[in-house]
């Protein structure tokens, strides 16, 4: 959908005025040939701009969550959002205290639960905060880190849960390259309005550039749901994966957190001769 967009509008309102010019006079010429020319045309540019972000979806989502800006930019945003995260915790402990009967301070406790609990956890940015608490929601209660045993989690987990994660991450995809999409038009715009002096080019790449926000802002808000439904695939597919790996799941939270953390550092463990058979040793009380 985004790359429709982003080539439909670029096509309508600024390629006429480079039309005349090469290398677009030859796609002028082509497109005047008939109608499925025309259309046939704008489907491969669509289907080559849908194809490239796709496969730079991770590049994409490593630069808004922070980890791909310069080092100096990242630290000022850190502390921004050390800033953010320390006034969240406030309205974390006021909603606890007060059972969040209160809709402005419930509101607030919602905005709260896209910020990580702890704070060596925070990110740069907001969204790398909303998919960071996503991430580590486990491991405080259940000593669970959910990203290491993900596919297994999704192996074990209802059929019906495991859509909904689908159906919440596509939504949080869709706004991520919204945002990709509306700066690569602002970016070609800003150069056609360059190359040929086009106030119509100058005002859509301003116009595709005021959309990135509430794109971002958008897959900020839509991760909360996406937390709620990888929330559901960590409770109802704890106790069916533990039995799965050959485990009896404990009775007791303590012993629980001790079985995951054991089974992740297993997973984690390195070869050969530096072996740590501590967690084997620890997963034997547990073997079903």
């Not at 982003?6 to 040939?33: C, H, K, Q």
């Not at 489907?43 to 849908?50: D, E, H, T, V």
Request: with cysteine; hydrophobic share 50%.
């Amino acid at each position: 959908m985004p790359s429709v967009v982003t080539v439909g509008t670029f096509a309508v309102f600024v390629f006429p005025e480079v039309e005349s010019r090469w290398p677009f006079d030859a796609i002028r010429n082509a497109a005047m040939l008939n109608v499925p020319t025309e259309l046939g045309i704008i489907s491969f540019f669509i289907l080559i701009l849908a194809v490239l972000s796709a496969h730079m979806q991770v590049p994409i989502y490593r630069l808004l969550e922070g980890y791909a800006l310069p080092r100096i930019l990242r630290r000022r945003l850190h502390l921004q959002q050390l800033k953010r995260w320390r006034t969240m915790q406030v309205f974390r402990r006021l909603a606890s205290r007060h059972h969040a009967r209160n809709s402005e301070l419930l509101l607030k406790f919602e905005q709260s639960l896209l910020y990580p609990d702890n704070r060596d956890d925070v990110q740069p940015t907001r969204l790398g905060n909303a998919l960071r608490a996503m991430e580590t929601y486990a491991v405080p209660r259940f000593g669970l880190d959910s990203q290491t045993l993900w596919y297994e989690l999704v192996a074990c987990a209802p059929a019906r849960v495991v859509k909904d994660v689908e159906e919440t991450r596509a939504t949080v995809d869709l706004f991520v390259s919204a945002v990709m999409h509306f700066s690569l038009l602002a970016v070609a715009c800003f150069v056609v309005a360059i190359w040929a002096r086009s106030w119509q080019a100058l005002v859509v790449g301003l116009l595709a550039l005021f959309l990135t926000k509430p794109a971002y802002n958008a897959a900020v808000r839509n991760v909360g749901d996406y937390r709620f439904a990888t929330q559901a695939l960590i409770h109802t597919a704890r106790k069916p994966l533990a039995e799965q790996l050959g485990f009896r799941l404990p009775r007791k939270m303590a012993e629980e957190r001790t079985l995951w953390r054991s089974i992740v550092g297993f997973v984690y463990h390195r070869q050969g001769d530096d072996f740590d058979s501590s967690y084997a040793e620890e997963l034997d009380r547990f073997r079903a």
